[in-house]
């Protein structure tokens, strides 16, 4: 799936990251003239802002501001997923931080925000990291270096929130619309929460600097031989509560959350825009850029989500390219409709093992197949796996029951009874050597090293610390069951809609042949999901965002899809349900979908 990684995503996270960028150069404007203005003198703070503006040095930090913004923007596209994370333990919740690799991420939060707020603190007035002092000494701006230090403060806090509260998780929305109608409402409240967001960071950061901050600042001033002005100190508390650095403070956070903020949700709104995937390939070359090949892509979740979701678009409102489902190759075969129906049944069919449901086999009838014939002298013909049993009328021979005849099949001299003449006497094979028992012990320990993490596991709960780390939060195993909800809910709605559209609209029939599989797998996915939605979940997360609200309510979602999905064939194929090769169990059950419609009664 090259041209999807190498065109169409980069080409969408390059457009997130420009539209950021562009949207961020009036920010940085707004962000100047703030700082530079003056509640006594505000004429006078407007002239050197308006002055500053156009000075080198500005135009030199506004850049490298946007180049870390940019920066940013670049470490969405390696962490994100469309699967929802899920954490069965709270030590997987410490996990998904201290990952190695996401550990990285996080500290290059943590530089490119403390590199942002340097930024910031140049634009705003406050100067280089060092001033001269005392004729050639070089004195360490302090007011500089805490504006630092908080933008990496909030870098490393955005870095830890983003993967708790799982902020990479791609969440598509339920109704398509225009990027612009998506993202103009959330600008005030972005600048809002950043604005609380701030607040917040600094009740802890400025207790953490009074402490702690001797430390980082005496080693910055050992390595760049710097001194230290006592009379623009930050050790004491008057120098910590200046009024002037502590609103640069606010203006800096909320201006770094929001533009992290909205830039990740620029890089959401582009990369969960619906795709159109061809249907039928018109150019050899095409066949890899195929819906179809889409719904296959398991290398790529994000590839064959967008896959699922032009099936659920195109089944609810493209009679085009529905048509292009149902037609015929030029070998007349209706290869598209073949390779998105299989696509489909096999995720219900797996999701329907998972829930312990029954197998797709067990609905549909078979025709009874004709038994093959004997030959003449009564014994059967050989199968594809050896000689058949013997019939009941012919004889063995003597010492052999018909129960040992199965274990002389295996020997090297057999006898053939039904066959004119004697085959050479049963002689017995030689017996199958066993293993080297250097081999037997190299397998038994390696099966009792893959055992030894569970035993230690379950040694460790025992204690009360641990088991406080290792212990299963509660419904964590049935949110794993519907963490692709949302995947399943566009699999069976695309599914039936088309069938159901196939009933006006499949001029050559290949729909008819599979609705009986289609009938069966929805149908064991309802008797499934039966047993998972009788009680609402115990969970107390909050479903204020979108991402809690999935993990609460996927599994009512996906049976109220497996109903509508089943109400909507009901209605279409109510006169032809008899002639449906459906056991009569699946039959009684789809009755209850045929009763609420109003169906006629059986003959």
Same mark, same amino acid.
């Given at each position: ?13 390059? @457009? @997130? ?15 100047? =003239? ?5 509640? =006594?003198? #505000? ?16 135009? $030199? ?13 670049? %470490? ?33 939060? *943590? ?9 910031? *603190? ?84 400025? #207790? ?17 031989? =710097? ?9 004491? $508390? ?104 299989? @696509? ?10 998972? %829930? ?35 019939? %009941? ?82 419904? *964590?195993?049935?949110?794993? $069951? ?15 809609? $088309? ?105």
């Amino acid at each position: 799936m090259l041209w999807f990684s190498q065109v169409v995503f980069r080409w969408r996270t390059a @457009a @997130a990251t420009a539209w950021l960028l562009v949207l961020a150069v009036p920010a940085v404007l707004v962000f100047q =003239l703030l700082a530079a203005c003056s509640p =006594l003198h #505000p004429l006078q703070g407007l002239a050197g802002c308006l002055a500053g503006l156009s000075s080198p040095r500005s135009v $030199l930090f506004g850049f490298l501001y946007l180049s870390s913004l940019a920066g940013v923007c670049l %470490l969405f596209p390696l962490t994100y997923t469309v699967k929802l994370p899920l954490h069965k333990t709270r030590l997987q919740i410490l996990w998904s931080v201290l990952a190695p690799r996401r550990a990285v991420v996080v500290l290059l939060y *943590a530089l490119l925000g403390g590199g942002g707020a340097h930024c910031l *603190a140049e634009l705003g007035g406050f100067g280089r990291l060092w001033k001269e002092c005392q004729g050639h000494e070089r004195c360490l701006n302090e007011q500089q270096w805490f504006c630092s230090l908080h933008g990496a403060f909030l870098g490393l806090c955005f870095g830890t929130s983003y993967f708790v509260d799982k902020e990479h998780f791609l969440v598509f929305p339920s109704i398509q619309q225009q990027k612009l109608f998506r993202l103009r409402g959330h600008l005030s409240s972005h600048l809002w929460e950043g604005f609380l967001w701030t607040l917040k960071g600094l009740r802890l950061f400025y #207790p953490l600097y009074y402490l702690l901050g001797f430390y980082p600042r005496k080693k910055l001033m050992d390595n760049f031989e =710097l001194h230290l002005r006592e009379d623009v100190s930050l050790t004491s $508390l008057s120098g910590l509560l200046d009024a002037g650095l502590l609103l640069h403070l606010i203006l800096s956070g909320t201006m770094l959350h929001l533009s992290w903020g909205f830039g990740l949700r620029l890089f959401r709104a582009f990369h969960t825009e619906a795709l159109k995937f061809p249907v039928v390939a018109t150019f050899a070359g095409e066949s890899s850029r195929l819906l179809s090949t889409a719904l296959k892509s398991q290398s790529n979740p994000l590839l064959m989500y967008l896959g699922y979701l032009d099936l659920y678009q195109l089944s609810l409102h493209s009679a085009h390219r529905r048509r292009e489902i149902y037609s015929l190759n030029q070998s007349g075969q209706p290869a598209a409709w073949n390779d998105i129906n299989t @696509a489909c049944l096999s995720l219900l069919t797996s999701l329907t093992t998972k %829930l312990g449901g029954r197998s797709p086999e067990e609905g549909v009838v078979t025709p009874p197949t004709v038994p093959p014939s004997t030959s003449t002298n009564g014994v059967s013909p050989p199968t594809s796996k050896g000689w058949s049993d013997p019939p %009941l009328g012919t004889l063995s021979p003597p010492g052999v029951t018909r129960r040992n005849v199965y274990n002389e099949r295996a020997r090297l001299w057999s006898y053939s009874p039904g066959v004119e003449g004697m085959q050479r006497p049963l002689r017995r094979g030689k017996e199958v050597p066993t293993e080297d028992t250097p081999l037997k012990k190299f397998k038994q320990m390696v099966s009792a090293m893959k055992a030894l993490p569970k035993k230690i596991s379950d040694k460790l709960k025992k204690k009360p610390f641990f088991a406080f780390f290792l212990a299963e939060l509660p419904e *964590a195993a049935n949110q794993e $069951l519907f963490a692709d909800c949302r995947l399943h809910v566009w699999a069976i709605t695309g599914i039936a809609e $088309l069938s159901a559209a196939s009933y006006t609209e499949d001029t050559y029939g290949v729909v008819q042949r599979s609705l009986p599989k289609i009938l069966t797998a929805l149908i064991n996915l309802s008797q499934a999901l039966d047993k998972h939605v009788k009680a609402p979940l115990s969970s107390s997360k909050s479903t204020r965002n979108v991402r809690a609200a999935l993990e609460t309510n996927g599994r009512y979602a996906l049976k109220t899809a497996v109903q509508t999905a089943l109400n909507r064939l009901a209605t279409t194929f109510a006169m032809e349900r008899r002639s449906l090769q459906l056991s009569e169990d699946h039959l009684h059950y789809w009755s209850t979908f045929l009763g609420a419609v109003g169906s006629p009664p059986a003959s």
